[in-house]
C-alpha cells in the first residue's frame, strides 16, 4: 500500500455540534488529551485565564464572551489522524457553522442529559441529516441530575426521525452517577473519583454477574436498576447496524460526563471504530475518490484577522483527494489560474505550524491575498473539476450600511467587499437609484455588530447603520422580467446582488406570497446556487 494510501486511510474528519453550553468545548478539549495533543485541560478554553485561547482572533469575540470563529485541530489517537471541527455555538453565526459541516465527514452531537434536544441542536441536526453524514450522540454532564435515559433517546428518535442505539447505558446522575454499562463487553465502568483535572481517568471495569463487587461499586439499588435496564434493553429491540450508521439514519449514543472526564476514551474508541476514513465527493457529474493521487479541495471558511499583527486572511480548505505538497502549483478553478498557496498551515490551539503535505480529509488554511471565494475548488493541474457549491442561506435581518466620511468611499468599498466574500454577510444595492447605501443582509444581528467593528479597526471607516423592516429575501429566477413592473406590496424593494442577480426583500412570508398570487409568471428562490 502506498503511504498516501495508508495516510488517507487513517483520517478522520469530524465536527461536534451542539447547543451553547451543552460541553462542547469541555468535550473537545478532554479528546484532545487522549491525543496528548495538549499536555494542560483548559488550553481550549478553560476559566477565565485560557478562555477563547484557540479562537482568540478578534476583541469583540472577547468582549463578547462568546466563540465567533470555528477552528480546526487536528491530533494522533492509536494511529489514527483526527481532524475536529469546532463549530461556533452562538445562533448568529450558524451560516459558519453550516459551512463548516460541509467539510465533515461526520458530526459528533453533544447533549446536555438535563435539557434534551435544544434549538440549535435542532438546526445543526438538519444540516447533517441533509447531507446524510453519520452522526453520533454524546449524552453529557451525568455528574448532575440529568433527565431519564429513555425519555432522552425517544426525543431524539421522534424530534430528529432517525433511530438510536445506545452503546452505554448510564447508571445513577447527579450525586448517585456511579458509571455506565458497556453493552457490548458486558461490564461496568465504575466511576471512581470525581476528576476535574486532566488525568486520564481511572475506570474500574466488572461484570455484570460479579453481583459483589457491583453492590460494592454502586450499590445494592442502582445494581437492581441495571439489571432491569439492560434486560430491557437487549429485548427492546434496539438494532445495531453499522451501514445504518453510515449512512446518518441511525445514531450511536453514549452517556458520560466530559468535565469529569468520564466515558470519553471508551467513546472515541468506538467512534473510530464506526466511522470511515473520507468517502468520494461529488463535484458536478463526477465523483472524486479520496484515494486517486491527484490533489483537490475546496474552500470551505475564510476567515479574516487570526493573528491581529499580520492582519492577514486565511482561507481553509478541506483536502478531498490525494497529498498535498507545499510548493507544487495546482489550479483555481473558479479563478481561471494556476497557483501556489502561500503558507499552508495546520491548527493546533494556538499555534499555528507551516506543513509541507497533507492528505485528503485534511483541512488546512493557506494564506489568502482576496482571490478566494466560499465553495471555491482547487485541484491538481490536470484535473479541473469543480465541487458542488456551497448553498448560500437567506439572510433574514437587513441594513442599510453608510460611510459617515465621504471621503473614504474606497476603503469602505474594499472592506465591505472583502468581509461579503468571506461569507459574513451578503450585500445588495439598489439599482439605477444613485443611492449609495449597501443593503446588508445577515443570519444574525451580532454579524452587524462585528462589520462595523471591523470596518472601523481594519479599514479605518466609520459607518452610520440603518435597521431595514425586511426580513426575508427571495432571488428573482425569470430573467426576462423588469422588476420595475411587478405588482408588489408597497413595502416590497427591489435589489440587485454585486453580481447583478436581481432580489426582492419583502416585510413578510405574506408579502412573498401576495407577489406569487399577483405575478403568476414570477419564480422565486430561496437561496443563491452562484
Ligand atoms: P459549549 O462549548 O458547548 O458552549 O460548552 P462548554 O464546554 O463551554 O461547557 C459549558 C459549561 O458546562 C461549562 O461550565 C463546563 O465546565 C460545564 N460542563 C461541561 N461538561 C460538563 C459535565 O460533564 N458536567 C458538568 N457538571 N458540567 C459540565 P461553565 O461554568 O459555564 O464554564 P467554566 O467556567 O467551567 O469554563
Not at 421522534?158 to 452505554?168: A, K, L
Amino acid at each position: 500500500m502506498s503511504d498516501m494510501i495508508k495516510e488517507i486511510q487513517r483520517r478522520r474528519t469530524f465536527a461536534i455540534i451542539s447547543h451553547p453550553d451543552a460541553g462542547k468545548t469541555t468535550l473537545t478539549e478532554k479528546l484532545l488529551l487522549y491525543g496528548g495533543a495538549i499536555q494542560l485541560a483548559g488550553s481550549v478554553k478553560g476559566k477565565a485565564t485560557a478562555r477563547h485561547a484557540v479562537s482568540d482572533w478578534m476583541e469583540l469575540e472577547k468582549q463578547r464572551g462568546i466563540s465567533i470563529s470555528s477552528s480546526v485541530m487536528q491530533f494522533e489517537y492509536n494511529g489514527y489522524c483526527i481532524n475536529i471541527l469546532d463549530t461556533p455555538g452562538h445562533q448568529d453565526f450558524s451560516e459558519d457553522t453550516y459551512r463548516t459541516l460541509m467539510a465533515a465527514d461526520s458530526a459528533v452531537m453533544v447533549i446536555d442529559a438535563a435539557k434534551g434536544i435544544e434549538p440549535q441542536t435542532r438546526k445543526l441536526f438538519k444540516i447533517c441529516a441533509m447531507r446524510n453524514i453519520p452522526i453520533f450522540t454524546f449524552i453529557n454532564k451525568l455528574d448532575r441530575e440529568a433527565r431519564s435515559p429513555y425519555d432522552l433517546m425517544e426525543e431524539l428518535e421522534q424530534e430528529f426521525g432517525i433511530g438510536t442505539y445506545p452503546i452505554n447505558w448510564p447508571i445513577g446522575c447527579g450525586i448517585d452517577f456511579k458509571g455506565v454499562y458497556d453493552r457490548e463487553k458486558r461490564e461496568i465502568l465504575a466511576f471512581s473519583e470525581f476528576h476535574r483535572g486532566q488525568d486520564k481517568i481511572k475506570a474500574i471495569e466488572c461484570s455484570l454477574d460479579d453481583t459483589e463487587m457491583l453492590d460494592e461499586l454502586i450499590g445494592p439499588k442502582l445494581r437492581a436498576t441495571l439489571c432491569d435496564d439492560v434486560e430491557l434493553l437487549d429485548g427492546a429491540g434496539y438494532e445495531f447496524d453499522i451501514d445504518l450508521v453510515r449512512e446518518g439514519k441511525l445514531s450511536p449514543v453514549f452517556f458520560g460526563s466530559a468535565l469529569n472526564n468520564f466515558g470519553i476514551e471508551p467513546f472515541l474508541e468506538s467512534f473510530l471504530d464506526m466511522t470511515m476514513p473520507p468517502l468520494p465527493r461529488k463535484a458536478g457529474e463526477e465523483t472524486v475518490d479520496p484515494f486517486c493521487d491527484k490533489f483537490s479541495a475546496f474552500v470551505f471558511k475564510i476567515q479574516a484577522n487570526m493573528n491581529k499583527a499580520h492582519r492577514d486572511r486565511i482561507a481553509f480548505m478541506r483536502i478531498c483527494s490525494g497529498k498535498f505538497e507545499r510548493d507544487k502549483e495546482y489550479y483555481h478553478v473558479q479563478g481561471g489560474k494556476p497557483i501556489r498557496l502561500a503558507q499552508p498551515q495546520q491548527l493546533m490551539a494556538q499555534e499555528r505550524a507551516i506543513i509541507n503535505e497533507a492528505y485528503a480529509g485534511d483541512i488546512i488554511g493557506v494564506f489568502d491575498p482576496g482571490i478566494f471565494s466560499i465553495g471555491d475548488t482547487i485541484c491538481d493541474k490536470t484535473m479541473k473539476v469543480e465541487f458542488e457549491g456551497i448553498p448560500t442561506f437567506a439572510p433574514e435581518i437587513f441594513a442599510g450600511v453608510e460611510r459617515i466620511d465621504t471621503m473614504k468611499r474606497k476603503q469602505f468599498e474594499k472592506g465591505i467587499m472583502q468581509i461579503a466574500q468571506e461569507g459574513a454577510i451578503q450585500i445588495f444595492h439598489e439599482p439605477y437609484t444613485g443611492v449609495e447605501e449597501i443593503i446588508v443582509g445577515v443570519v444574525g444581528i451580532l454579524q452587524l455588530e462585528v462589520l462595523e467593528y471591523r470596518l472601523k479597526n481594519e479599514y479605518g471607516v466609520d459607518v452610520r447603520r440603518r435597521s431595514m423592516p425586511y426580513e426575508v429575501v427571495r432571488w428573482i429566477e425569470n430573467e426576462d422580467i423588469n422588476p420595475n413592473d411587478l405588482n408588489l406590496t408597497s413595502d416590497t424593494k427591489w435589489v440587485q446582488d454585486f453580481k447583478g442577480n436581481n432580489l426582492l426583500l419583502f416585510t413578510s412570508e405574506w408579502c412573498v406570497n401576495w407577489a406569487l398570487t399577483k405575478n403568476p409568471d414570477l419564480r422565486l428562490r430561496e437561496f443563491n446556487r452562484d
